[in-house]
């Protein structure tokens, strides 16, 4: 097994330009630190916006060669590239509890739904088709083709730094597109060691680019007004995917928004209250809560609701907090302190406006950033954490009486990504598919991600989708051509 150590000194430290790893502009540097010490890891590269235009510069010159590039052969170094992660599924796991906190075992499990991006797109790099038939009128032939949309750029969040990675750069080198990724200034070392990796399955120069910088803001709004770039895709909150909408509107830019969530887990009287409580507990605490997929608001049918809240807090109490690293650790630190100070903000809100605490709630003194996993119930109208993304361990539930009760309570909220139903009534069950304002569901599921399937929501939760079949579509432009009768 690798040591902590002996891992960080075999990463790159530069930004990863034209196939090399260069220094940023004047030596700029950018400190990662681990969130259950607050200590330093390392420091890499932090890019200028001169450093931004050079990496575009070699997206643009690869483009043509990477997009004439046989399919099979942009299959075959996804397909290597699969292979290195799963074998050092290890050293990628330690790498993330290491610079995102969450425990080794959410961290192994990500490696392996990360990897399979690379997998599916694999195969779906030679699955690329069109379609072609006599038009109605029976007077010529239509051909309909599909090309690589061109340069993308891509801003990948610090909660799941290898799977947001893979499941961004693997389309892109399927459909033929070259590609620049930033990742998060918090959790850039994954993604750092994953392109590595990429250059190590046989990726030529230019076609993955990586900057990591402190200064997000300039050096992505001079990437997207850049005309040669072709496509923007973004994960991350609705705030900032507003923002880069309006700067990729001048472009008209192909664009996929990944942004915020407010899950509702909703429980009916007739579910099966262990599985909706062992859903519940994946739903609410995986990745510490720092999800999107996450679940927010915990609606239970009011004749049910007391038995579950209690016990639901005796599994939450019972949850062991600690560095990732560490044996039998549940909870790890949440990514920093502002994390830590927002979750407090919206338990103390919640209990000013008449909530209960049932367990957690108190910021512990200790080093790190570290927030209890916390129950309130009793919650009501108003509370800020049932209309804000809560992105932390802090689980509230709210009682209803009606199934018209549930559904209003669940779609009251901008977003739309996800939802959660129990119930054992299969009619109720499908009567909640098309009732919830949701563009995914889990249906007696606590957790529903997969690469075979299309991620993505609706309202402010944004456009486009993530995986699947659809997932390559997202960086293809469709060409029609007409050739007439001779």
Partial sequence: MITEAELLAKLPRGLYIDGEWVDAEGGATLAVNDPSTGELLV???SASVADGKRAMDAAANAQASWGATAPRVRGEILRRAFELVTERADEFALLMTLEMGKPLAESRGEVAYGAEFLRWFSEEAVRITGRFGSNPEGTGQIVVSHAPVGPSFLITPWNFPLAMATRKIAPAIAAGCTSIIKPAALTPLTTMYFVKVLEEAGLPKGVVNVVTTAKSGALSAEIIADPRLRKLSFTGSTEVGRMLMKQAAD???????ELGGNAPFVVFEDADLDKAIDGVMLAKFRNIGQACTAANRILVQASVADEF??????????????????EGVQIGPLVDDNAVQGSHELVQDAVAKGATVTTGGVVPDRAGSFYPPTVLTG????????SEEIFG???AIV?????????????????????YVYTQDLARGM???DRLETGMMGLNAGVISNAAAPFGGVKQSGIGREGSLEG???????????IPKA
């Avoid at 809240?309 to 560490?326: C, W």
């Avoid at 919650?379 to 049932?386: D, E, F, I, K, M």
């Avoid at 009682?399 to 939802?419: K, M």
Wanted: net charge negative.
């Fill in 309 to 326: 809240g209690r016990r639901v807090t005796e599994r939450v109490a019972a949850m062991k907090m600690g560095r990732g690293t560490e």
């Fill in 472 to 482: 390559i579509d997202e960086y293809l432009t469709t060409k029609y051509t007409f």
């Fill in 43 to 45: 420091e890499i590269a």
């Fill in 431 to 433: 009567r909640m598919i």
């Fill in 379 to 386: 919650v009501q109208p108003g509370t800020r954490l049932l």
């Fill in 251 to 257: 472009g008209i830019l192909r664009t996929s928004m």
């Fill in 399 to 419: 009682p209803f009486e009606t199934e018209d009760e549930a559904v209003e309570f669940a779609n009251a909220t901008e977003y739309g990504l996800i939802s």
């Fill in 393 to 395: 361990p802090v689980l």
